[in-house]
């Protein structure tokens, strides 16, 4: 090695253990243990030297600083890092140079970059800039967020709004007591890969909050604030994603980073928690209306009389029902059925027409569309049919006049085998038949 190097080498060694404020300064030392509570969890604005010993341009600025710190006492917070002892506190900020400054201000995640001279009065001034920017904003009531970063430009991107802000605090209760599934990401402000995700983790929050019903949620926990949880849970790099059902152990998300692939492993998580939709018969209007209304399908079949099949074939076709509702149950479609004859306007405005039972249809009643089941009334032939009309295929028509036909109030079934009507019994045990008989001959 050249003596040159030696020399550098020897300096920076010998620099590297000289402090460049003490404890008597006014400028606070911020270290990975004490960054979140001084600065990130502050409402005041804060300064932020980021420095190596060793840098001669760090040992310049050094009574500038110190003289701005006591000038901006009580004021303006005004902090320094030691970023070649605790480099991830660094690299956490994209610190590249050497000394750099940043003001962190009413979003905490995202600290601008302070431009000004290194002189006292400049940083001074740069920081008055910044503390009536920060007053101004919060009179207008505007406020900053230490948590997830809220999207509303209305674009593709969407809107963060159902993405649940999770912390220390709210964590437990939120999450591990719930009855719901969580999915829950953990960011850091600074992390490229979290910026990217954050539009595909709001869009899906919202389609999966509305498609589940809230039964699954997305959430987001600052990992750089909440340190804690990220360390609970063994959290090393970001974004990291994990799944959350109640009494479980947390599952590692493996999925894709697009909406679609969110979403679609919302939706698995979804069918597998979820029990299926319940099949309902068709009494009245109100169990039509609220089994259909907010589903996107229902599913429709007319069963034959009871006296046509008895207890055990009406249960058979219901058994195949309650197959086909549970194999498609994250779908959230309506399932109902009613007796052959019983609802005969709802038949008709099918084009059903008092025959071929067992049929089914399909509704979309926002549309007032429907498609009939052509295949066999068995699990394939269902199957068949609904995986059809679930990928946008299969011939629908208008339901009849555009409106839900009227439905009728009936009895529920019994679950018995049907009777035929008792006729009514004459006695006749008075009547002489063959004295009558003979009378008419005569």
Known sequence: ?????????????????????????????????????????????????????????????????????????????????????????????????????????????????????????????????????????????????????????????????????????????????????????????????????????AAAATAVKEQTKGKVRLGAVDATVHQVLSSRYGVRGFPTIKIFRKGEEPEDYQGGRTRGDIIERALDLFSDNAPPPELVEILNEDVLKSTCEGSQLCVIAVLPHILDTGAAGRNGYLEVMIKMAEKYKKKMWGWLWTEAGAQMELESALGIGGFGYPAMAAINTRKMKFALLKGSFSETGIHEFLRELSVGRGSTATLGGGVMPKIHAVEPWDGKDGQLPVEEDYDLSDVDLDEDFEKDEL
């Open 1 to 201: 090695m050249k003596p040159f190097l030696l020399g550098v080498l020897g300096c920076s060694l010998l620099l590297s253990v000289e402090a460049l404020y003490s404890p008597s300064d006014d400028v606070v030392e911020l270290t990975p243990s004490n960054f979140n509570r001084e600065v990130m969890q502050s409402d005041s604005l804060w300064l932020v030297e980021f420095y190596a010993p060793w840098c001669g341009h760090c040992r310049n600025l050094a009574p500038d600083w110190k003289k701005a710190a006591t000038a901006l006492k009580g004021i303006v917070k005004v902090g320094a890092v030691d970023a070649d002892e605790h480099k991830s506190l660094g690299g956490q900020y994209g610190v590249r140079g050497f000394p750099t400054i940043k003001i962190f201000g009413a979003n905490k995640n995202k600290p601008e970059e302070y431009q000004g001279a290194r002189s006292s009065q400049a940083i001074v001034d740069g920081a008055m800039n910044a503390l009536r920017s920060l007053v101004k904003d919060r009179l207008s009531g505007k406020s900053g967020s230490s948590g997830y970063s809220r999207q509303s430009d209305g674009g593709s991107s969407g809107s963060s709004k159902d993405v649940v802000e999770l912390t220390d605090d709210n964590f437990d209760k939120t999450v591990l007591q719930s009855d719901d599934v969580w999915l829950v990401e953990f960011f850091a402000p600074w992390c490229g890969h979290c910026k990217n995700l954050e539009p595909e983790w």
